[in-house]
């Protein structure tokens, strides 16, 4: 498949909109034939960077706006998530394996590393003022491709 196409989407940061956002991009990237095993990665990936924007970014509250974009160019998906939330205090400490700064919620941490492991780019960008975006992106290898 070649050609460019986008999407962009943008909600309510209630954490019931997390499963719509994973769904969207992952419908959205249907079209690249991607593996299943793909399509979890994305999925999982959405579902890290939009709950962490809820959580973190808005400490919960359901009042700010959380955007998705999504980006295809021949082969790679693109994706960026970010909100104007509170921002990252210190960056390096949080792309730490196990490192979170809400350890009552007992998540894992790991949304970072997961992300890093599932995609081929990760880059985050953070202020205390502006808010946090991510930038990902992931080369789809469809299945015609592979058994071809």
């Known amino acids: 498949m070649s050609g460019h ?6 909600f309510a ?3 019931e909109n997390e499963a719509f956002a994973r769904i969207t991009v992952a419908a959205f990237i249907t079209q690249m034939d991607p593996t299943m095993e793909q399509l979890d990665e994305i999925k999982t990936v959405v579902s890290e960077a939009v709950t962490n924007a ?13 955007y998705v974009e999504a980006e295809i160019d021949g082969d790679t998906v ?3 998530i970010s ?3 509170k ?3 210190d960056l390096e400490l949080a792309r730490q394996p196990l490192f979170t700064s809400r350890p009552e919620l007992e998540r894992s941490g790991m949304g970072f ?3 890093e492991n599932f995609m081929d780019a990760f880059e985050v960008v953070s202020t205390e003022t502006g808010g946090t975006s991510l930038k990902m992106k992931k080369r789809i290898e469809s299945k015609k491709a592979l058994f071809n």
């Open 83 to 85: 909100d104007h939330g």
């Open 87 to 89: 921002g990252i205090e």
């Open 13 to 15: 940061s209630r954490s």
């Open 5 to 10: 196409n986008h999407m962009k989407l943008s």
């Open 113 to 115: 590393t997961i992300m």
């Open 78 to 80: 693109t994706i960026s």
């Open 54 to 66: 809820i959580i973190h970014g808005y400490d919960g509250s359901s009042e700010g706006i959380v």
